[in-house]
């Protein structure tokens, strides 16, 4: 996989062009903060024309205005032009729905802006810091209190909680969801994501951007490379079958290992080679305020041992509550291209709406409950189309029908608003890696693809015939 990805992205040095806001850049020589995330982004050099990447550059780059500072530089050193007219009827003819479907987007975010949906609230932002350091007294008085019914597996628990939150609310500052301030998002997204993780905040939101950019597409969301766990056909291709076998029994105490694996080796390493002095400042604070607190009061061996438990406990509502509106859905092959709207809503699902199985008594109940547990990344649609939108605001009933406009807009590729309840999301999730657990890794029948959509799912992932052939055709001679 990783092969044949790296086959298929264009080489920077022989010419590389996106179109943005109607205007074609020439990022030959442009050196990407994010690395080859702009890469992906690139059409093959046998396409037509230029790949277009306004929704990406106006939804994943926040409020920070180097963005727009390097596209007025490009332009002032003639590294831009126009479409040409061949390039023009190339795009309607082979990308015919791409442009009513960005002329849609742009009017319901318009709307939705209008409508102060995008406005950041300074009390739910003081709410979500005062949540996070209560949950951290309340789980560090437990581990000390010396009651028997509050004791040291009460405070793993409160502190398990506290730093999934912390991965949470960083995810949303790290977005640029919580303020205007470009500067002020980062500092307080690397503030928790070092205090509470225990991490980089900038290894995440390089790794993070990527994803963002290209959900479920193999070659360009680094979340799709998942070894020794396998959650789709291609990368199982590469894992080995004993593993394969036992995943789904297994899970768990892969992503135990695996945020064990950042804190300790992946996160110290980056920070290293990247100098990045903030995180390693808070990264610090975490272990000097934890070792220092608990060392004297409980042993320094038992202060280790809580910090490995609590970290397992976060890993798990962490890594399996994210997982589950993902990797159920189908991916993409790296050559081929979806618009914006597309990917969000035929690579995601969003978990809410229990009202629908168990009644308008304690369907709310749910719905609140799955909000708290998964930090409103139950609305992972929401969240793709609108990176920048406060992610408390994703359950607004007119965030939701903007959604189902969208999906509504282009009959003739029959997306959908796909919604489920919290325990099916979970029943395919495990469902998905027990068919591959049989499928790849006891028969090794490689014939078979995973994941497919589960079967609740509406909507076409391979497009009609005449849509898919005219979709793909400039990006064929690539694959």
Partial sequence: ???????????????????????????????HPGGSIIMNQVNPKDAKFPADATLAFENMHGHSKAPREALAKLRKEGKSRKLTLDEIAAIKELRPYDDQLTHKFHRVTRK?????????SVSHFLYRNFELFALLFWGAWCVVDPGKYLGKIHGALVLGLFMQRSGWFQHEANHGSTSTNHKFN???????????????????RRAHNRHHADPQRHGADVDMDTLPLAVDSLTAKNGRPFVLRIQHWLYQQMVWGLVHF?????HPQNIYRNVAWLDAFFLAMH?????????????YLQALILHVVSSSIEASLLFTNFALSHTTMPFIEFNLREHWVERSLRRTVDIHSHSKSVGPVLGPFCDNAVDFIMGYLNYQV????WPLLPHYRSSDPRVLAAVEQLAAEVPQLDMHYNVTTYWRAMY????????????HGA????????????????????????????????LKAAA
């Fill in 112 to 120: 939705l802006r209008d409508e102060g949906l995008f406005d950041y």
């Fill in 428 to 439: 395919d999730f495990y469902n998905n890696l027990s068919r591959i657990a049989w499928d």
């Fill in 1 to 31: 996989m990783g092969q044949r990805a790296s086959y298929l992205r264009p080489k920077q040095e022989d010419g590389a062009e996106l179109i943005i806001h109607g205007t074609v850049y020439d990022i030959t020589h442009f050196k």
């Fill in 262 to 266: 950042w804190q300790l080796w992946l």
């Fill in 287 to 299: 272990w000097g305020l934890w070792l220092g607190f608990f060392g004297p009061r409980i042993g």
């Fill in 443 to 474: 028969k090794r029948d490689f014939s078979v693809t995973h994941p497919q959509a589960p079967d609740w799912v509406k909507g076409s992932y391979n497009h009609p015939q005449k849509v898919q052939e005219s979709y793909n055709h400039p």
């Fill in 382 to 385: 929401v969240h793709h189309l």
């Fill in 186 to 204: 980062i500092f307080v997204g690397t503030f928790w994501f070092g205090i509470g993780l225990a991490g980089s905040a900038q290894w995440w």
